[in-house]
C-alpha cells in the first residue's frame, strides 16, 4: 500500500506543472457585447393615408372616408423631433336633406339639398416624444377642403337643379402616435380638428348662400416609408 501511495503522489506531482502550463497558455476571450438598435426620426418620408371624417355641429352631419398621400420631413434633436407634413386625399364626405311644400301656380313642389366634400388636405407642422421607436406628437397648421352645393327643385314633371364648387381654407389642429415596426416603415394613427371658413355659393345665379364655417373631426392612419435608414446600431 504504501508504494502504491508514493507512485500517486509521483505521478499528481509530474502531471500538475503540466496542467498549470496548459491553463496559463489558454487565451482569455471576452463575452460578445449586445447590440441595440436605436432609432434616427430625421429624415424624408413618404406614405399614405386614410380614415373617416364627420362633421362637428350641423344636421344633419356630413360624413364619410377618405384616402390618399403624405410626405413630410423630420428634425431630431435628443428625444425631440420638429417635423413638417403635407397630406392631401380624395374624399366622399357628404349629407343630405329634403323638403316638401306647396307652391301656388306650381301644385307640390320637392326640394333636395346636398353637400359634398371630395378632396381635403393639411399642411402641419408637428413636435414630438421619440422613445426609440415610438414617437408621441402633437401638430397644426393649414386646413383646405374642395366642397360641392348642389340643391334640386322638381314640380310634377318639371325640375331645375344647381350646383357650385367652392375651395375653403382654414386651420387644423390634432395628436397622434408613430411607431417603427421595420426598418425604415412605420405606421401611425392620429386625430385632427378641421375649421375651413364659410365660403358664398350659389352668387353666379343671383341667390348668394353662405355655408357658415364647415367643422370636422377626422381620424385616420398611415403608413409611411423613411428614407436614408433610420436605425443606427449602438454597441
Known amino acids: 500500500m504504501k508504494k502504491v501511495l508514493l507512485a500517486s503522489a509521483c505521478l499528481f506531482a509530474l502531471a500538475a506543472p503540466a496542467s498549470a502550463a496548459d491553463l496559463a497558455a489558454r487565451p482569455y476571450t471576452k463575452a460578445p457585447v449586445a447590440v441595440a438598435s436605436v432609432y434616427n426620426w ?6 399614405v393615408v386614410g ?28 428625444n425631440v423631433v420638429f417635423g413638417l407634413e403635407a397630406d392631401a386625399a380624395w374624399a366622399d364626405v357628404s349629407a343630405s336633406a329634403g323638403a316638401v311644400g306647396v307652391i301656388p301656380g306650381l301644385g307640390l313642389v320637392t326640394v333636395t339639398a346636398s353637400s359634398k366634400t371630395d378632396a381635403l388636405g393639411t399642411v402641419r407642422g408637428r ?23 348642389s340643391s334640386t327643385a322638381t314640380a310634377g314633371a318639371i325640375g331645375v337643379s344647381i350646383s357650385d364648387s367652392k375651395f375653403h381654407s382654414g386651420w387644423t389642429v390634432g395628436a397622434g402616435v408613430e411607431a417603427f415596426f421595420a426598418p425604415q416603415w412605420s405606421v401611425k394613427g392620429e386625430y385632427l380638428y ?42
Not at 430625421?42 to 406614405?47: D, H, I, Q
Not at 413636435?127 to 426609440?132: C, D, M
Open 42 to 47: 430625421t429624415g424624408f418620408y413618404l406614405g
Open 51 to 78: 380614415g373617416g371624417a364627420w362633421q362637428a355641429d350641423s344636421d344633419p352631419k356630413m360624413k364619410g372616408g377618405f384616402v390618399g398621400g403624405t410626405a413630410g420631413y423630420n428634425w431630431q434633436t435628443g
Open 127 to 149: 413636435i414630438g416624444y421619440a422613445v426609440n421607436n415610438v414617437m408621441f406628437y402633437g401638430t397644426g397648421g393649414y386646413a383646405w377642403i374642395d366642397n360641392k352645393l
Open 194 to 235: 378641421r375649421s375651413l371658413g364659410s365660403e358664398t355659393y350659389f352668387g353666379n345665379v343671383g341667390i348668394p348662400t353662405a355655408s357658415g364655417s364647415l367643422n370636422f373631426h377626422t381620424v385616420q392612419v398611415g403608413v409611411n416609408y423613411h428614407f436614408g435608414g433610420p436605425i443606427v446600431a449602438k454597441y
